[in-house]
Structure formats: structure tokens, C-alpha cells
């Protein structure tokens, strides 16, 4: 059964400053891992994935991926209010989408 | 844009009696999904689907069923409803490769009095 943690739990950063965070999974296997955004009251919005080892960059938005050590980070450049949300990282793997338990994100201005 | 439309948005429940939570997707998605959220526990997964006719379990199927009639529409059956079942309930729906999205409807609150 796949497992996937993610820390911290909540996080406070300026606005303007970078956002960073973590999460780590079981099974290397896993064919993708995605971050998905959620408001108040709404679904989960896909935000970025990653497939393999490396980085990749959207706009304000970089993950990186380590397979060998099953970790995956997020990372928010120039974070603004509106990014204030609750992040959640999720494993696609065999048939499933296994999720984190999320990271909460303010941003104060 | 890809679209998953769960009904009923709100419902209030019995202890003891039969709820189905019914989501529809036009997509054309051979994948589809059963969530619950409570808080500290993020989305856990219920029940999941391949496709028309297929169901199988997830991380937390007790005290659910689930039904898949056709590539559209994925019901989540809760026989005799329990307090413990009072959470959000998302329904979400994906292409069968792994490397693409998986797209989710708008929650249904259910709270079982």
C-alpha cells in the first residue's frame, strides 16, 4: 500500500518570499507524482507533475524529484496571497492516485 | 475543459439508512475515483474503477459499495449509514496512462445525523 507524507503540516511565508514543501512516498515504482492545489470549499486543481529524476519548472512553480530517496519537493518563487491554499502530493500508480495529507499555506502580506 | 459533476452538492443522512452519492463525467475517462476528505487525513481513497462494469477496493472500502454502469457515471453506495461517515466526498475521473491528470468534481458534504 502506497504511503505518501508531507511535511509541514502548515506553513506561513511572507509575500514575495519563496514557499517549499516536502513530501515523501513508498514505492519508487510510481509512475508520476503530482501537486495538486485546493481553496476553501473546491476540488483539488492539478498544479505541476513530474515523471522522472530531475526538476522541472512552471512559471513560478519547481519540483524536484529524487526516486532514490522517494522525495518530491514544491517549490513557489515570489509566493503571492492568492497561493494561500492547501497543497496536496499525490502518487499515480497502478490504477491509483494515493494522497498526502496536505500542507496548508498562507501567505501574509 | 474536462468536466465531473457529483450530485447531490449537500445531504443529510439517518444513522441506519441507504445514501448514493452518484458522479458523472464527460471526459470519456476510463479511470474514476471515490475520496473522502476529513481534516488531518487529506483525500483517502474509497473505491476506483477501470472502467463500465469494473470496481475495485481502495485504502478505506468499509462500509461502501460502489457501482460503475456505464464509462459515465460511478456511484458510491453507503448501505446503513454510520455518524463516522459524515466527511466530503470527491469523485474525480483520469485517462488510463499514468502520466496524465486526474480531474475531480466539486465535493459532496455529507452528514449522517
Known amino acids: 500500500q502506497e504511503k505518501v507524507q508531507q511535511s509541514p503540516e502548515s506553513l506561513i511565508v511572507p509575500e514575495g518570499a519563496m514557499s517549499s514543501l516536502n513530501c515523501t512516498f513508498s514505492?519508487?515504482?510510481?509512475?508520476s507524482i503530482w501537486w495538486y492545489q485546493q481553496h476553501p470549499g473546491k476540488g483539488p486543481e492539478a498544479l505541476i507533475?513530474?515523471?522522472?529524476?530531475g526538476n522541472k519548472k512552471e512559471g513560478r512553480l519547481t519540483v524536484y524529484l529524487n526516486r532514490a530517496s522517494l522525495h518530491v519537493s514544491l517549490h513557489i518563487r515570489d509566493s503571492q496571497p492568492s497561493d494561500s491554499a492547501v497543497y496536496l502530493c499525490?502518487?499515480?500508480?497502478?490504477?491509483?492516485?494515493?494522497f498526502g495529507q496536505g500542507t496548508k499555506l498562507s501567505i501574509k502580506p | 475543459e474536462a468536466a465531473v459533476t457529483q450530485s447531490p452538492r449537500n445531504k443529510v443522512a439517518v444513522t441506519g439508512g441507504k445514501v448514493t452519492l452518484s458522479c458523472n463525467q464527460t471526459?470519456?475517462?476510463?479511470?474514476m475515483y471515490w475520496y473522502r476528505q476529513d481534516t488531518g487525513h487529506g483525500l483517502r481513497l474509497i473505491h476506483y474503477?477501470?472502467?463500465?462494469?469494473?470496481?475495485e477496493k481502495g485504502d478505506i472500502p468499509d462500509g461502501y459499495k460502489a457501482s460503475r454502469p456505464s464509462q459515465e457515471n460511478f456511484s458510491l453506495i453507503l448501505e446503513l449509514a454510520t455518524p463516522s461517515q459524515t466527511s466530503v466526498y470527491f469523485c474525480?475521473?483520469?485517462?488510463?496512462?499514468?502520466?496524465?491528470?486526474?480531474?475531480f468534481g466539486k465535493g459532496t458534504r455529507l452528514t449522517v445525523v
Open positions: 507533475s513530474i515523471f522522472s529524476n
Open positions: 471526459n470519456n475517462h476510463n479511470n
Open positions: 474503477s477501470y472502467g463500465a462494469g469494473s470496481t
Open positions: 474525480a475521473s483520469g485517462d488510463a496512462r499514468g502520466n496524465t491528470e486526474v480531474f
Open positions: 499525490a502518487v499515480r500508480g497502478q490504477g491509483k492516485l494515493i
Open positions: 514505492n519508487s515504482a510510481s509512475q
